[in-house]
């Protein structure tokens, strides 16, 4: 969900100065907001967490996504009798 960006000096557990709009980012939740600023700054880059957050479900990169195990039908039967003793 969006929220009215802002920036900090205080970075909170972020490795890099950044400005932020999403409210369930993890850095932007961890600037106590009495150290807030209104406000983008004037040359600083939006949290990349915030860009994530805001990509849809199916924009995600698949690519870096481990693929599932193919078990062969009869490989696929072993493990499930094994599973149920």
């Known amino acids: 969900m969006r929220v009215p960006p802002f920036h ?35 040359s600083l ?8 957050l805001d990509e849809p479900l199916s924009n995600t990169h698949t690519d870096t996504l481990l693929p599932l195990p193919h078990y062969p039908p009869e490989k696929a039967r072993i493990k499930t009798l094994v599973n149920t003793w």
């Open 8 to 42: 900090s000096p205080l970075r909170g557990i972020g490795l890099e100065e950044a400005w932020h709009d999403h409210s369930e980012c993890p850095i932007g939740k961890s600037i106590h907001p009495h150290d807030r600023i209104l406000g983008t700054g004037c």
């Open 45 to 52: 880059a939006r949290c990349k967490f915030c860009v994530l």
